[in-house]
């Protein structure tokens, strides 16, 4: 997903304190940043991946764990964050993004992500895939359950309906145990005009059944990933 601004500092909420239970291996990234690595991930993936997240902004030299591990289940990236992000929709999108960036410093994607607490408990767990893209622009990410077949799905019916113009557009699609939900990115203020929300009501009608049928929550994003508004399409 190519978004036109930095993300917000929200990303950067990473836990700089102690990790415990965390041995093994490491490189530090300055003075105080760290990624810890094991299985068959290498000292130079480590090296690579904490570069990759310096130029990215999460490393920032203030004691940020990051985990490397790599075997039989792929990829994974373990992020030591601060108590109940994992529950922050944004703070996700936004990890999933960052995940997006530094990938090919491991391999490239798909990786899977955890978000886990000091003690290394897993809070939070999704497989971040490569965009899907339509024409040579738009792009749908897929999180959660969703599919691949899912997002290809919901882009033929975003052509269809005339959203997906190869402009550059940007949607997220997930599905989960809170239903379907679809966001997209849109300028500054597009949220604050009442009939851009209803003529996304009808639009997300109209292509609901591409992606399972109604109910869905529709979210509007600023190109920081943030949610602006939020409502349900049923």
């Not at 291996?25 to 997240?53: F, H, M, N, S, W």
């Not at 109940?84 to 703070?91: I, S, V």
Request: glycine share 10%.
């Amino acid at each position: 997903m190519k978004t036109r601004k930095r993300l917000s500092l929200l990303l950067f909420a990473f836990a700089a304190v102690l990790v415990s239970g965390c041995t093994g291996p490491r490189v530090l990234i300055g003075t105080k940043d760290e990624v810890r690595y094991k299985g068959t991930a290498t000292e130079q993936e480590a090296k690579a991946l904490g570069e990759a997240l310096k130029a990215a902004g999460v490393f920032t030299d203030r004691g940020v764990t990051v985990v490397l591990s790599k075997g039989s289940d792929g990829t994974i990236i373990s992020y030591v964050v601060k108590e109940a992000l994992w529950d922050d929709a944004t703070y996700v999108s936004q990890i999933e993004q960052v995940t997006r960036t530094v990938a090919p410093a491991v391999g490239g994607l798909p990786v899977k992500v955890r978000l886990v607490t000091t003690e290394l408990d897993t809070k939070k767990e999704m497989t971040v895939h490569a965009p899907v893209v339509f024409g040579s622009k738009d792009e749908i990410v897929y999180s959660d359950a969703a599919t691949e077949q899912d997002a290809k799905a919901l882009g033929q019916a975003l052509q269809s309906a005339g959203y997906f113009q190869d402009h550059g557009a940007n949607v997220l699609l997930s599905k989960g145990k809170d239903g379907t939900a679809i966001s997209f990115v849109v300028r500054d203020g597009f949220w604050d005009d009442e009939n851009n929300v209803a003529g996304f009501q009808v639009m997300v009608r109209g292509i609901a059944p591409a992606v399972g049928g109604l109910p869905i929550k529709v979210r509007l994003l600023n190109t920081s990933l943030e949610k602006k508004k939020e409502f349900p399409v049923s």
